[in-house]
């Protein structure tokens, strides 16, 4: 068997908590050395039971997984369970009070000698995990602010036991090896003395209790993973990397507890003609040399319909016009009141596009044109400055 605790469970490293649990009750079943035939069922079974330990805690798991195995495991020995890095000024002997895991690391280490964390089991209703998805935009759609459907994969509670993880009618009893507590403590001798160990009960997985069988539906996790069709509405002028919060559609509490919530990272997809940066958007129009040397009125397309744009006499190729409140909505404070709706703007820049083929009049005209002295090119002062910075 794997060293690595995702293995010996066998999970993925994202497998949420009621997974692990589950995978762990499978696994403790499995490799109880009352039922084993295995001549190492006693070794897996504290593997078994390590894993459950670490990746069942919230902040020992986030180290495990910062660390790696044997950094883990090595800290652990040295009593830096979540330390992180060699000792600095006033620690003790045990280390890693200086790194992530601060206080938090030492109070492991001191209930882990002195059989902290001990009393009776807390078995009320707990809230369900956040769990998180993504959904991609159009830019459109990020402008209008539609109502989006989506579908999702999710646990939710068994609909065969209603959560239970096991039928109505199976047999219950209080688990006879922590009578109750979901904990065992167990006391030996060590350097430092006489020392009470408490963790948990091995049998009933801190449950407190054992049934006579478990639901055929779920395993006895209380969950299935189901698909729900979900909708959610997209405020205009969201950003990519925002996140939406659906509150109530995560994964289901432990014991009647409330479900957690949903959390919708969006991501906008590029657009063939808008760049976006923040609440404006760039675009790129094409004008002709006479349309730049006379000045014009040209169509400008926007995300909400086309509107017309004043191209001044003499205008420079990639000079920007600004067309105010014709870009991206800008989102809206949940503290401001309703009011009218506000938006970035609009920078144009135009291009002048030099004609490849002429027709016989057109290049007799500029001809014409460069007799007259067109071909000469009177520079202003700060012209070049005016080139760069359109750059």
């Not at 939710?156 to 109750?180: F, K, L, Y």
């Not at 005209?365 to 007259?372: D, G, H, I, R, V």
């Amino acid at each position: 068997m794997s060293e690595d605790f995702y293995d010996v469970l066998g999970v993925s490293s994202d497998a949420s908590e009621d997974e692990i649990k589950k995978a762990y009750r499978k696994k403790a079943s499995e490799y109880h050395p009352d039922v084993s035939d295995d001549p190492d069922a006693e070794e897996k079974f504290k593997k078994v039971q390590k894993a459950k330990e670490v990746l069942t805690d919230d902040e020992k798991r986030q180290m495990y997984d910062q660390l790696g195995h044997e950094q883990f495991q090595q800290a652990q020995k040295q009593g830096g369970v979540g330390g992180g890095g060699a000792r600095g000024q006033g620690q003790g002997p045990f280390g890693g009070m200086g790194g992530a895991g601060g206080m938090g690391g030492f109070e492991d280490i001191f209930n882990q000698f002195f059989g902290g964390g001990g009393g009776p089991r807390q078995n009320g209703p707990r809230q369900g995990k956040n769990i998180r998805t993504s959904i991609t935009l159009d830019l459109e759609e990020a402008y209008e602010g539609p109502t989006k459907q989506f579908t999702i994969r999710r646990p939710e509670r068994c609909p065969e036991c209603d959560g239970a993880g096991h039928p109505p009618d199976a047999d219950v009893q209080t688990c006879p090896e922590c009578n109750g507590q979901g904990q065992t403590t167990t006391v030996s001798q060590t350097p430092f003395g006489r020392v009470q160990q408490t963790q948990t009960c091995r049998r009933c997985g801190g449950e407190g209790e054992t049934y006579s069988e478990s639901c055929s539906e779920c395993g006895g996790s209380g969950q299935v993973r189901r698909e729900a069709d979900l909708s959610v509405d997209i405020p205009a002028g969201i950003q990519e990397g925002q996140t939406l919060r659906m509150e109530g559609e995560g994964a289901p509490g432990e014991n009647r507890g409330p479900n957690g919530d949903l959390l919708i990272d969006v991501e906008i997809r590029d657009h063939d003609d808008f760049e976006r940066d923040g609440d404006d958007l760039f675009y790129q129009h094409p004008i002709s040399f006479p349309q730049a040397v006379f000045g014009t009125t040209v169509e400008v397309p926007t995300l909400d319909g086309t509107v017309e744009m004043d191209v001044a006499e003499g205008t420079q190729s990639g000079e920007t016009f600004r067309l105010k409140g014709k870009g991206m909505p800008k989102l809206q404070q949940r503290r401001r009141r309703r009011g009218r709706q506000r938006y970035g703007d609009l920078y144009v820049q135009v291009q002048i596009v030099t004609p490849e083929n002429l027709n016989k009049d057109q290049r007799k005209a500029l001809e014409k044109f460069a007799e007259a002295g067109g071909d000469e090119v009177d520079v202003e002062e700060g012209f070049f400055e005016r080139i760069k910075n359109s750059f």
